[in-house]
């Protein structure tokens, strides 16, 4: 039997409705951060990046002048000076830091620290202007918005605009003592636990790690209540710390590091924010500035 005229309309409208867009199809961290363009990269400028040379393997840390200028000046004359060769890594506490430099820097028998400063300001903080911030979508304990400045995960407080570096796994920090200003970057420690971020604008902290954390995170830890060695020979002695600009390019380590203000980084966050891969049941909707991983690649030679 023939359809009516207002039913065939229907029936014909109902054809002619566009069909239901297919959803995004998932993709990993992994596949974004792979599929990132050649732009989405950067190289480590070598004057800002140590490499501290152990029996195990080199350490490769990226310096952050911008948050911490005097004291990474005075790293890269301690550097250039060879302060550190032949000291060592001399506590490691559980769950908290490893700390190197000169074991006997209060004592008669501390090495001199050639052309390098004695005293430098405190570098706590800086103000906001001049810096590009990437903010993560979630809420911290510990600052009114958290992200990322040229690879360095930061906090910020819009009220009073300043900006800080913050203490995540493999921050590089310079001891202090009581005083605010009693560091010069002679003594460094880096975080190997639980990001101890109660430490946020109460040290000044001079860059992080890049590359090499697993050849300090293995370091045997030292005795409870701090994790200083009391016998010398279970220290971890330094080969040298150098800057890369000071090696010989082919002995250098050609890194790379996906930028944190591109789009590949911000996409490979999110996925990490919210997996829906087949083995997550519940996407957790939520991702802790410290548990976002800075993705590195080594290039040809």
């Given at each position: ?88 890594i001399y506590r490691s506490q559980d769950n908290f ?14 090495k001199p620290q050639g052309s390098a400063k004695a ?114 020979g279970l220290r971890t002695p330094i080969k040298a ?61």
């Amino acid at each position: 039997m023939p359809l009516r005229p207002a039913l065939l309309a229907c029936a014909i409208a109902l054809m002619c409705l566009p069909l239901a867009a297919e959803p995004p199809k998932y993709r990993s961290a992994q596949e974004i951060i792979d599929a990132a363009p050649a732009d989405a990269w950067r190289t480590l400028d070598p004057a800002n990046t140590l490499y501290l040379e152990l029996g195990g393997g080199r350490v490769i840390i990226e310096l952050a002048p911008q948050f911490a200028p005097a004291h990474v000046a005075n790293i890269q004359t301690l550097a250039r000076e060879r302060f550190w060769d032949g000291l060592s890594i001399y506590r490691s506490q559980d769950n908290f830091v490893v700390q190197f430099g000169d074991s006997a820097a209060d004592e008669a028998t501390a090495k001199p620290q050639g052309s390098a400063k004695a005293k430098l300001p405190a570098e706590f903080a800086r103000k906001s202007e001049g810096l590009k911030f990437s903010a993560l979508p979630d809420r911290d304990g510990w600052a009114a918005q958290v992200g990322f400045v040229d690879g360095f995960p930061a906090g910020r407080d819009p009220a009073s605009g300043q900006v800080w570096l913050a203490h995540c796994y493999g921050t590089l920090g310079a001891g202090r003592g009581a005083e605010p200003d009693s560091s010069n970057g002679s003594e460094l420690y880096v975080v190997t636990g639980q990001s101890p971020r109660q430490l946020d604008r109460n040290i000044t902290s001079v860059g992080r790690v890049v590359s090499g954390m697993e050849l300090l995170s293995v370091i045997a830890r030292g005795p409870q209540p701090m994790g200083f060695y009391e016998k010398p020979g279970l220290r971890t002695p330094i080969k040298a710390i150098r800057l890369a600009s000071e090696v010989p390019e082919a002995e250098r380590t050609p890194l790379q590091l996906l930028r944190t203000d591109s789009t590949a980084f911000s996409d490979a966050t999110e996925a990490r924010r919210n997996r829906r891969d087949g083995w997550y049941v519940q996407p957790a909707g939520h991702i802790d500035l410290c548990n976002v991983p800075l993705p590195v690649r080594t290039t040809g030679s």
